[in-house]
């Protein structure tokens, strides 16, 4: 009994280590592997391409599977310095309404008070406040509101490559980017462990951004 019980200590120590210090450790297996040489582009307001980017998260279920979901409406902009990109701002929008995860029944309950409660939270927002470079990482700070909550969050990202701009069109930057959030930090508290421990729902959330931006037009000649 001793030794059953010293076990299910060390459990549970364990667990409250990882709940702590699960989101952290993930981000920093993220910075490693977007560890890259920035590409030079040209400086600029570039506007989120929605036809060519994406928002997705991913949840775990029952401790099976991770379920994928994606924000179909969302707006941003990346302001990029090419001399100093510390000097550089992100913000973006993301409507909570337009939440899909394929499934209607899904999605809707994901619109109710157990989730977004999007009738009083509509948007899911992010400004910058600070860019750092870390050898050859790139980190971004700012604050991210969910559910009428705000907190500083530092993720790394990663600009993946330019196109040009031409006589017809702008440049063009891509960039991502994965962090992970624990969904009860900002009120999202739905769900309970099932009869074995595990938790219907996982509290961390994984976020990967896939964003195309279109930079200015060229001055017409």
Do not use: C
């Not at 592997?33 to 600029?44: E, I, K, L, Q, Y």
């Not at 530092?154 to 624990?182: D, L, R």
């Amino acid at each position: 009994m001793k030794r059953v019980s010293l076990i299910f200590g060390i459990a549970v120590v364990a667990f409250v280590i990882f709940s702590q210090t699960g989101a952290q450790a993930v981000n920093r297996s993220f910075a490693q592997r977007f560890a890259a040489d920035t590409p030079a582009g040209d400086s600029g307001a570039y506007s989120f391409d929605k036809a060519h980017s994406f928002i997705n998260f991913k949840v775990k279920h029952m401790g099976l599977i991770e379920v994928p979901g994606y924000f179909r409406d969302f707006t941003g902009t990346v302001n990029f310095d090419a001399k100093d990109i510390t000097k550089s701002t992100v913000e973006f929008t993301a409507k909570a309404t337009s939440v899909d995860t394929g499934v209607a029944a899904r999605d809707n309950h994901l619109r109710s008070k157990d989730f977004f409660e999007v009738e009083k939270f509509a948007d899911i927002t992010f400004k910058s406040t600070k860019v750092e470079k870390k050898g050859k990482t790139l980190m971004l700070t700012g604050d991210f509101t969910m559910k009428g909550v705000t907190k500083s969050i530092t993720f790394p990202f990663q600009i993946a490559g330019w196109v040009p701009a031409n006589e017809k069109a702008g440049a063009k930057m891509g960039i991502v980017a994965e962090t992970s959030i624990n969904r009860r930090d900002f009120g999202v508290n739905y769900g309970g462990n099932m009869p074995n421990g595990v938790a219907t729902l996982s509290d961390i959330v994984k976020i990967d951004l896939q964003i195309e931006a279109n930079g200015p037009k060229p001055a017409a000649k």
